[in-house]
């Protein structure tokens, strides 16, 4: 998704340690492990994860009424009769339109008889590095893409995830970084992270004692490393649902903690053209 050169898709492993790396990490909690926040199966009725959709392109497509319209893409919408919606408060919907190469993202989204509401809404074009305008929010509060940063089971399938993966922590500060577009914290101190902070894990770990579907994605966090999108539980890894997961082998990942990630100074990545 997005061009080779998209910030998403940029491999970090060769890039120097952030100089506050250590108090950052030390907010977020150096003992916290590791969770994926998807996998197989119900959680409470709804599927583990962020679920998707691939839409085709005749379909019919309605208005929203967003609580952020300032901030939020007009539409309309693509969205079919029953979209699959992530559980829990967030109710994002991710559709991806066939033939247009268009993302549609919303946040807290809902149907009342024929009208659908949402907090927020926005439009990707996966063929462009066109960021969202500056201040402004997506489905995400870092106002980037979801889609892009989830771990997703074809990917792990195949062998290789090369991008980077979403992740949220407990308490961020009120400041973003690029490609991050906006903030959603009031707390000033510098040794919390900013919204689109880039981890990585440690070269040190051993991908090879994880069982494979782990290790797949250990690897990518190694070389491309999670992107902070969004307040939440600290060091939640997002995905997106699949009945292909295996929940003990992922279960694998909350042996990795706080101390061995490192930030990334993403300063020396160039900005993508038309970025």
Same mark, same amino acid.
């Given at each position: 998704?997005?061009?080779?050169?998209?910030?998403?898709?940029?491999?970090?492993? /060769?890039?120097?340690?952030?100089?506050?790396?250590?108090?950052?990490?030390?907010?977020?909690?150096?003992?916290?492990?590791?969770?994926?926040?998807?996998?197989?199966?119900?959680?409470?009725?709804?599927?583990?994860?962020?679920?998707?959709?691939?839409?085709?392109?005749?379909?019919?497509?309605?208005?929203?009424?967003?609580?952020?319209?300032?901030?939020?893409?007009?539409?309309?919408?693509?969205?079919?009769?029953?979209?699959?919606?992530?559980?829990?408060?967030?109710?994002?919907?991710?559709?991806?339109?066939?033939?247009?190469?268009?993302?549609?993202?919303?946040?807290?989204?809902?149907?009342?008889?024929?009208?659908?509401?949402?907090?927020?809404?926005?439009?990707?074009?996966?063929?462009?590095?066109?960021?969202?305008?500056?201040?402004?929010?997506?489905?995400?509060?870092?106002?980037?893409?979801?889609?892009?940063?989830?771990?997703?089971?074809?990917?792990?399938?195949?062998?290789?995830?090369?991008?980077?993966?979403?992740?949220?922590?407990?308490?961020?500060?009120?400041?973003?970084?690029?490609?991050?577009?906006?903030?959603?914290?009031?707390?000033?101190?510098?040794?919390?992270?900013?919204? /689109?902070?880039?981890?990585?894990?440690?070269?040190?770990?051993?991908?090879?004692?994880?069982?494979?579907?782990?290790?797949?994605?250990?690897?990518?966090?190694?070389?491309?490393?999670?992107?902070?999108?969004?307040?939440?539980?600290?060091?939640?890894?997002?995905?997106?649902?699949?009945?292909?997961?295996?929940?003990?082998?992922?279960?694998?990942?909350?042996?990795?903690? /706080?101390?061995?990630?490192?930030?990334?100074?993403?300063? /020396?990545?160039?900005?993508?053209?038309?970025?």
């Amino acid at each position: 998704m997005f061009p080779p050169d998209n910030h998403w898709n940029e491999r970090v492993d /060769g890039l120097p340690v952030h100089e506050r790396s250590g108090a950052i990490i030390q907010s977020i909690g150096v003992d916290r492990t590791v969770h994926p926040d998807f996998g197989s199966g119900l959680y409470e009725g709804r599927r583990i994860g962020i679920p998707y959709k691939v839409v085709p392109r005749g379909q019919r497509k309605v208005r929203v009424r967003f609580e952020y319209a300032g901030e939020s893409d007009r539409g309309p919408y693509p969205i079919p009769r029953n979209p699959p919606i992530e559980g829990g408060s967030d109710r994002h919907i991710l559709l991806v339109q066939r033939g247009t190469c268009r993302l549609y993202e919303l946040f807290a989204a809902e149907r009342a008889g024929r009208t659908w509401t949402a907090g927020s809404g926005a439009i990707f074009n996966l063929r462009s590095n066109r960021l969202r305008p500056s201040g402004w929010t997506s489905a995400d509060a870092a106002g980037l893409p979801i889609l892009p940063g989830l771990a997703r089971y074809d990917e792990v399938r195949r062998g290789a995830i090369r991008h980077a993966l979403r992740f949220t922590v407990q308490r961020t500060r009120r400041s973003f970084i690029y490609p991050a577009r906006h903030f959603a914290s009031s707390l000033a101190d510098a040794s919390l992270p900013a919204m /689109g902070e880039r981890l990585r894990l440690k070269s040190g770990v051993d991908a090879s004692t994880f069982p494979r579907q782990s290790r797949v994605i250990v690897r990518a966090l190694k070389r491309y490393g999670m992107l902070l999108a969004d307040n939440g539980s600290s060091i939640y890894v997002s995905g997106a649902p699949s009945p292909g997961w295996n929940d003990d082998d992922l279960r694998s990942l909350r042996r990795l903690r /706080g101390s061995d990630f490192e930030v990334v100074d993403t300063s /020396g990545i160039p900005r993508p053209r038309g970025g």
